[in-house]
């Protein structure tokens, strides 16, 4: 389960803000100095943005965006909708996932070289996934092939990144859930920051420190509790918040 190397509490009205896009950049920032160009930064339909882009290519660090349906494109050297263009693609791979409750998805996805209107020197991919609803899933990327039998691995790659990226939304969604971290008590942005803190500390003190055997005690407890689960893929946050629960509750109980 990912756990943040950069974390940053901020105000607009605090002194010294910008703007959004600039405690970003900040981030950003702090990856480039402290990571290799070839991690890949992956990243949701908010990073959009010709600002973000401009970083990345700048220095030519890898990343992969999901990328707003409504944003013109250069397509064979024409300006088109990025969606007219994702729709002439029905799926030229296929390639098999497995969702956090245990179904089976069978995905297709295209690989299309495109370039931005505002970049038109850089090469980019866009990579089109169906499967996840109604509309395709659409991924800008800027990483490479070497030969044109590798389109198809790289489809695949880049797809299981971001789809390993949700993983990050169930994060910040314990937070909120589990220590009502909107409902707060106290009033100073520091405050904030303190308690933003403690919990990051106390989510990576369940992620590395529960010793195994712990795990597979409190797996065992659970299964006694709720006979129907029986399938434990990998426990994600909100399943150790349902395990724990559930443990504790049945302990008073007894």
């Given amino acids: 389960m990912p756990l943040p190397v950069y974390e940053k509490v901020f105000s ?3 002194k010294g803000f910008l703007s959004e896009t600039d405690e970003n950049l900040k981030c950003f920032g702090f990856l480039s100095a402290n990571f290799r160009k070839t991690c890949i930064r992956t990243l949701d339909r908010g990073f959009d943005a010709e600002d973000y882009y401009r970083y990345f290519l700048k220095r030519d660090e890898k990343f992969i965006i999901h990328i707003k349906k409504n944003r013109d494109i250069i397509y064979k050297n ?4 990025i969606m007219d263009v994702a729709k002439k693609y029905k799926g030229n791979y296929c390639m098999g996932f497995t969702g956090r409750n245990g179904k089976k998805i069978q995905c297709k996805i295209s690989y299309i070289p495109v370039k931005l209107c505002a970049f038109p020197g850089k090469d980019l991919v866009l ?4 499967g996840f609803g109604k509309n395709p899933m659409l991924l800008l990327t800027n990483m490479e092939i070497q030969k044109i039998q ?3 691995k790289l489809c695949i790659i880049v797809a299981k990144i971001y789809l390993m990226r949700w993983r990050i939304e169930e994060y910040f969604r314990f937070k909120n ?4 971290f909107e409902d707060l008590r106290v009033m100073s942005l520091n405050s904030i920051r303190n308690l933003n803190f403690l919990q990051h500390w106390q989510l990576a003190i369940w992620e590395y420190f529960i010793p195994e055997t ?3 005690c409190l797996r065992t407890k659970f299964l006694n509790v709720q006979k129907g689960y029986i399938k434990f893929p990998n426990l994600f946050f909100m399943q150790w918040d349902m395990l724990l629960n559930k443990f504790f509750l049945k302990q008073v109980l007894e």
């Fill in 78 to 81: 024409k300006t088109c909708n």
């Fill in 214 to 216: 712990v795990e597979a």
């Fill in 127 to 130: 990579v089109v996934v169906y």
């Fill in 150 to 152: 590798q389109k198809k």
């Fill in 12 to 14: 607009v009205a605090e």
């Fill in 177 to 180: 859930q589990q220590f009502n």
